[in-house]
Nanobody, 123 residues
Framework: QVQLVESGGGSVQAGGSLRLSCSAS????????MGWFRQAPGKERERVAA????????SYADSVKGRFTISQGVAKNTVYLQMASLKAEDTGMYYC????????????????WGQGTQVTVSS
């Protein structure tokens, strides 16, 4: 089992920045991929960014490329999502996920989820 806890959400003006953190505990060495997803009201959960813990490779949704960066902490039990140049359309609940073997896959391939942290961007 892997437990994930997100933090760092909040309200920000368009153009601003936020950094989300995801702290993982439990049998984290069993999980290859860690990702960040978001879900806006009335919309499906979408993958924002993902990282392969073995290779270090990353992937991003087209809508956030060049603005968001996923990274891993030194202890490798923390994953960050640095978000810059935020837009109103970035508003939503952001979830940390782990446990997939296909890092760039959809939410259905991830087995473990955090409770989410809200990000609100006002224009």
């Amino acid at each position: 089992q892997v437990q994930l806890v997100e933090s760092g959400g909040g309200s920000v003006q368009a153009g601003g920045s936020l950094r989300l953190s995801c702290s993982a505990s439990g049998y984290i060495y069993s999980t290859r991929c860690m990702g960040w997803f978001r879900q806006a009201p009335g919309k499906e959960r979408e993958r924002v960014a993902a990282m392969d813990n073995r290779s270090g490779s990353t992937s991003y949704a087209d809508s956030v490329k060049g603005r968001f960066t996923i990274s891993q902490g030194v202890a490798k039990n923390t994953v960050y999502l640095q978000m810059a140049s935020l837009k109103a359309e970035d508003t939503g609940m952001y979830y940390c996920a782990a446990g997939a073997s296909w890092c760039a896959g959809p939410s259905s391939v991830y087995n473990y989820w955090g409770q989410g942290t809200q990000v609100t961007v006002s224009s």
